[in-house]
T-cell receptor, first 112, second 112 residues
Framework: AAGVIQSPRHLIKEKRETATLKCYPIPRHDTVYWYQQGPGQDPQFLISFYEKMQSDKGSIPDRFSAQQFSDYHSELNMSSLELGDSALYFC???????????FGPGTRLTVT | KQEVTQIPAALSVPEGENLVLNCSFTDSAIYNLQWFRQDPGKGLTSLLLIQSSQREQTSGRLNASLDKSSGRSTLYIAASQPGDSATYLCAVYNNAGNMLTFGGGTRLMVKP
């Protein structure tokens, strides 16, 4: 069965650079969620989209933005990167809002 | 604001033991509750999803229960195996079903 695809899997950036993380949901899933997991921490909700509209917003810094495109894939754009942005970024998708969330393998971002 | 707590934070047991992991949440107005497994540095594997109207779910050696009124869920693992060693995360869906709040996890070690 198809799973959530995230790219890239690993990303190394320097401080103040920008990064773009991509997420391709499971086919027919129209809801996408983004989570950030810092070292030794539990995942924290960032933002979600339903039918290409922002659905809910969590602890997402103003330096970050995200959108969902017409093909339902989503991108998380991160600017003015800081050392503290180093984390695992997970994308999840569900068939509908409130349904079981299926997580991708994550993108490991390292900011040096 | 929803807070999710997992007890114990770490657990070490000999192979073959039955064990119980606990999860509590402060706001009982949840949509669903989901248990995940996470291996070090890896993604989140969904184990069980309990809908708010359900009291328990079973999958193989795993059984999860939910008591919304008391804000508790337990994950029961029967006949533990070394391959069960991982971090187990409990996550609750908010009332709108569009975001997950995770607990801090229970780090399980099953010794052969």
């Amino acid at each position: 069965a198809a799973g959530v695809i995230q790219s890239p899997r690993h990303l190394i950036k320097e401080k103040r650079e920008t990064a773009t993380l991509k997420c391709y949901p499971i086919p027919r899933h129209d809801t996408v969620y983004w989570y950030q997991q810092g070292p030794g921490q539990d995942p924290q909700f960032l933002i979600s989209f339903y039918e290409k509209m922002q659905s809910d917003k969590g602890s997402i810094p103003d330096r970050f933005s995200a959108q969902q495109f017409s093909d339902y894939h989503s991108e998380l754009n991160m600017s003015s990167l800081e050392l503290g942005d180093s984390a695992l970024y997970f994308c999840a998708s569900s068939l509908r809002v409130g349904d079981e969330q299926y997580f991708g393998p994550g993108t490991r971002l390292t900011v040096t | 604001k929803q807070e999710v707590t997992q007890i114990p934070a770490a657990l070490s047991v000999p192979e073959g033991e039955n064990l119980v992991l606990n999860c509590s949440f402060t706001d009982s107005a949840i949509y669903n509750l989901q248990w995940f497994r996470q291996d070090p540095g890896k993604g989140l594997t969904s184990l069980l999803l309990i809908q708010s109207s359900q009291r328990e779910q079973t999958s193989g050696r795993l059984n999860a229960s939910l008591d919304k009124s008391s804000g508790r869920s337990t994950l029961y693992i029967a006949a533990s195996q070394p391959g069960d060693s991982a971090t187990y995360l409990c996550a609750v869906y908010n009332n709108a079903g569009n975001m997950l709040t995770f607990g801090g996890g229970t780090r399980l070690m099953v010794k052969p």
